[in-house]
């Protein structure tokens, strides 16, 4: 079996013998087979007896290598959701994979690839410090220079890792680094993505003229390459530029323009952080039903796709939906499960998000009193990531107004200065 012989029916007839005699276990849910612990040692120690493991494992690197970098491909268009469960099945030979790269040779290429191909895979399931694991640990191998146009794309992805866990300093330099690379190789595309990462490490800084220039000339030059993907997400970071500086109808057409060219190429993990802006964008209007529609379609598209880190934004959405509806518990406790979903992803606010949230909570505080604002928000915290989705998309209950509510329509009339713009970035 060592030269890989085998034909495609002969595998079937072996794997067929192998459960019937239960040393393969079939699940017929997922279609996969697996071995038991004890006869995965055994082949394991039989393989090093026969001095085949290398060759086997260097097979296996192979086989997932190719699996990755199809999966990178599917990941940015409508299969994704199916992809994103077939790399959960596969995680462990994944990992094996890199594990088998990181201990050999001639495994920093390969490495690399494998890496580059899984990150979006762990942006979405909120993988984020594992990501940055990963790509920094194979960028360290002097042999990752020889490939420059792999070395500048696994620098612009271990800086979008970075930015997700809010280490923009890191993310910056990853930035610029990589874009000096794509420059000496005349890679237009790649320097209009590294343009628009750029512009959105300065939008979270609070440097918006320098944002502003940034992720436009970003969406000039995905436009003029045909890039639709690259445009919307550069649309969708240009609004949220715009959204920060409080100038919203311009900053309501960028996210349409994004929403319209998202719903043509089919949705996916990009098009949830357009649809929790525009709810942002209602809430700012007073349209508390519209927003409402875009949280719940949000949820509802992450909930499909398996996607933790939007999650986290529709939860502070539908919290300010709640509170808008005289339902203050209710939002207290969605802040809390937002707050525990933050934990768990290692993805912090920036600054400006943290004091938006410390005001929202002090407001509820105030409005609820001490006691029942911390029971509701413990148990927020103490509701799990699929528990804290269904609440959220529950029916809305019929509910006593309250006095004062609605007094301030852009507000909820509870103090807190309009809705959170909770930002995510397209890569």
């Known amino acids: 079996m060592s030269d890989g012989a085998l034909e495609a029916s002969e595998v079937a007839d072996l794997l067929a013998s192998l459960t019937e005699k239960s040393l393969v276990v079939y699940d017929a849910t997922t279609g996969r087979c697996s071995l038991l612990w004890m006869v995965r040692e055994y082949a394991r120690e039989a393989l090093a007896a026969e ?4 060759a086997v494992r260097r097979r296996h690197r192979e086989s997932f290598l190719r699996m990755a970098e199809e999966a990178a491909e599917a990941l940015q268009g409508p299969g994704q959701a199916d992809w994103l469960r077939r790399l959960d099945q596969d995680h462990d030979n994944l990992v094996a994979a890199l594990e088998h790269c990181a201990g050999s040779a001639d495994g920093a290429e390969p490495g690399l690839r494998i890496a580059c191909s899984l990150w979006r895979y762990w942006e979405v399931r909120g993988l984020f410090a594992e990501g940055v694991r990963r790509v920094e640990e194979f960028l360290a191998r002097p042999e990752s220079a020889g490939d420059a146009a792999l070395r500048a794309r696994a620098l612009n992805i271990l800086g979008n890792l970075r930015f997700r866990r809010g280490e923009y300093a890191q993310a910056q330099a990853a930035y610029v680094e990589s874009l000096e690379i794509r420059h000496r190789l005349g890679d237009q595309h790649g320097i209009a993505r590294l343009l628009s990462n750029l512009g959105a490490v300065h939008n979270d800084l609070g440097d918006f003229t320098t944002a502003e220039a940034l992720l436009t000339d970003a969406a000039a030059a995905a436009r003029s390459l045909g890039d639709r993907a690259g445009e919307a997400g550069d649309l969708h970071n240009l609004g949220l530029a715009l959204y920060r500086q409080r100038r919203f109808s311009e900053a309501a057409q960028r996210f349409l323009e994004a929403d319209q060219i998202l719903r043509e190429l089919g949705g996916g993990a990009t098009h949830l952080y357009v649809l929790q802006m525009l709810g942002a964008l209602e809430l700012e209007s007073g349209r508390v039903d519209a927003a409402e529609a875009r949280f719940r379609e949000m949820l509802a598209a992450a909930r499909d796709l398996g996607a ?19 339902a203050p518990e209710r939002a207290a406790l969605l802040h809390g499960a937002a707050a525990a979903l933050h934990a768990a992803l290692e993805s912090p606010m920036d600054p400006a998000q943290s004091r938006e949230v410390e005001a929202a909570l002090a407001a509820l505080r105030e409005e609820l009193g001490g006691a029942r604002f911390e029971a509701a928000w413990s148990h927020g915290r103490q509701l799990g990531f699929h528990e804290a989705l269904d609440i959220a998309l529950e029916e809305r209950r019929e509910l006593p107004s309250r006095a004062g509510a609605g007094s301030n329509p852009s507000n909820g009339g509870c103090g807190v200065p309009g809705p959170l713009p909770y930002w995510c970035r397209f890569p």
């Open 308 to 326: 933790r880190h939007p999650v986290l934004y529709g939860l502070y959405g539908m919290a300010h939906v709640a509170l808008r509806q005289g």
């Open 51 to 54: 001095g085949e493991a290398g």
